[in-house]
C-alpha cells in the first residue's frame, strides 16, 4: 500500500513539477531538441521534436566577413570570438544572453565552443551583468525581477570595469599611499 | 667713526642705525599694530614678506600658465577640438601662437579662435592625424542633440 | 559705454542653467564635469575672481552608479566633535538615508577648499527623482553631456529585436533546448 501511495505521489510530482520530467532520456539525442509538454485530459505528454537551431540563419562568423585575412596559421586557429576581434562590454546584453540558458546560468565551455580565456571572460562579464541587473528577465524563478527589490548594497545601480577581469590584483585606493 | 678701541670696533652695526632700520620701517610701512612700529617685530615679518615674494615670482608665472590652459581648453571644447590637436595643426600650419596669445584670442576675438581651430582641423584631416579623442565626445558645434538630450524632452511637444 | 556693448556685456556674463541627469553615471567622474560648469571654467573667459559660474540642475541622484563593489567598500567619515563622537558610514546607507548626498559630497570635494567654494556650491541643485520643481526647471536652457553610456536592460529590449540581433554562438548539434 506505501509502495502504490509513493509511486501515486511521484507521479503526481512528475505531472506539476515539470523540470523533473526533464531529465528523462527519451531519445537518442543527436539533434537540436526542443522538449515540449501538453496535457490532453489526464495524460502528460512529453515529447522531444527535432528542430532546426532559430540562430543559424542571423551567425556571424569571422571568416563569412568579407575583407577579413586570417592570422598566420599558428599551431592552433582562434576561437570564433577571439577570430571576430570584438570589443564586448558587461553592457552588451544582445550578446551576452546568447551565452545563458534562461536562468540565467552561464553554459559550459563544451557547449559554447569557446577558447578558455575567452569562456572565462565571457562568464564574468555575464556575472556583471546579472549584478548590474542588465539581464533580470534570464534569472531563476524565485527571483523578483526587478532589481530595486533586492537588500542593502545591492539595490543600487552598479558598473564595472572590464580591465579588472584578468586582474589578478585589484588596487585598492588606499593602496596608493603604500611604499 | 674712528674706533680707537678693538672693542668699540666690535659693537658696531654696519651703517647708520637710524637709516638702516628705516629701510626696514619703510618696508613695513603698510603693516598694522607692532608690526610696523617695533623693529624686531618689523624685520621679521618683512624677511618672511621678502622670501614669499621671491617664490611668487615664479609661481606667478604658473598660475598664468593654468589659467591660460583652462581658458583655452574651454574654447577649444566649443569647437569639439582638444587642445593637443589644436596646438598640433597650428604648429603644422606654421602658425606659431603661444599659449598666451591663443587665450586672448579665445576670450576677447572667438571669431578669430573659431577659425584657428578650423584651421587645425583642416590641416590634420590632410595630414590624415587622427585625434580619438576628438572623436569619443563630440561637444560644441558638432554636438548631437539625439546623443544627449533626456529622452522626455525629445517626446514632448515642440510649440 | 554704448548700448550694444552693454548688452555684450549682459550677455557674456549672463548665468545659464544647465542640467544633468545623474541616471547611471559615476558621481565622482561626473562631479569633475559639474565642478567646470559650477565655477566657470568652460568659459574662455574664466577668471578665478571672475564671477562667471553657471548654475547646474542635478536630477535623477537616486539612479547614481557606483563602480564594482563600491557601494559597500567606500565609507563616508563623520565626526561629532564630541569624545567618541566619530562614525563611519557605508555609501549603500548615506544613500539610502539621503539620496542626493554622494553627489553632492563628491563635487564639493572636486573643488579646490577657498572661500569660494560654499558660495559655488549653492548654485548646485539636486533631486533624486526627475521631478524639478517649475520655478526652477523654467530657468534651465542647457543639459551637460554623460560621461557614461546608460545600459540598457535585456527586458527593455523588444523581443522581436532580441531574435533578430546577428548571433555569434549557435547551439552544438546534441544540445536540449532550455
Known sequence: MAGLVKVGFSLARNAIISTSVRSIA????LNLKDIRECKEGSTLIVEGVTVPSPRTELLIRAENIPGYEPVVPSSKPPCYMCALGLDVKH?????????????????????????????KKIGKMVTMAQKAGLMINLTPDNCKKDPRKRREHKKFNTYYDERTIFMKYIPKPLDRFKR | MVFLTIANLVRVRGPDEFWRKRRIFRLAAHYIGRRRNCYSIAVRNVHRALVYATKARKLKKQDMIDLWNTRITAACEQHNITQFSLKEGLDRANIMLDRKSLSDLACWEPRTFECLAAVAKEKLQLDGF????????PTGTELNLRDVMLEHWLKEEKH | MSA????????????????????????????????????????????????????????????????????????????????????????????????????????YRAMKGNLQRRHTMQRLFIYHEENVPEDIMKNVSSQI??????????????????????????????????
Open chain 1, 91 to 119: 553592457t552588451d546584453v544582445l550578446i551576452l544572453s546568447q551565452f545563458v540558458r534562461t536562468d540565467g546560468c552561464m553554459l559550459p565551455r563544451r557547449i559554447t565552443g569557446l577558447c578558455r580565456r575567452q569562456q
Open chain 1, 26 to 29: 527519451t531519445t537518442k539525442s
Open chain 3, 4 to 107: 550694444a556693448k552693454r548688452v555684450q556685456q549682459w550677455a557674456t556674463f549672463a548665468r545659464t542653467w544647465h542640467i544633468f541627469d545623474c541616471k547611471w553615471q559615476d558621481p565622482y567622474e561626473s562631479a569633475n564635469i559639474i565642478k567646470k560648469y559650477l565655477m566657470g571654467q568652460h568659459k574662455p573667459i574664466y577668471h578665478p575672481l571672475n564671477d562667471c559660474g553657471d548654475v547646474v540642475v542635478c536630477i535623477n541622484s537616486r539612479e547614481i552608479a557606483l563602480r564594482g563593489d563600491e557601494w559597500r567598500k567606500r565609507a563616508y567619515f563623520h565626526h561629532t566633535g564630541y569624545p567618541g563622537g566619530a562614525s563611519w558610514t557605508l555609501a549603500w546607507e548615506l544613500h539610502n538615508k539621503d539620496p542626493t548626498m554622494i553627489i553632492k559630497k563628491a563635487v
Open chain 2, 130 to 137: 587622427v585625434n580619438y579623442a576628438d572623436k569619443k565626445l
Open chain 3, 145 to 178: 553631456r554623460q560621461s557614461r553610456l546608460v545600459p540598457t536592460r535585456l527586458d527593455h529590449i523588444p523581443e522581436e529585436e532580441v531574435k533578430q540581433y546577428p548571433k555569434v554562438m549557435d547551439y552544438p548539434k546534441d544540445y536540449v533546448l532550455k
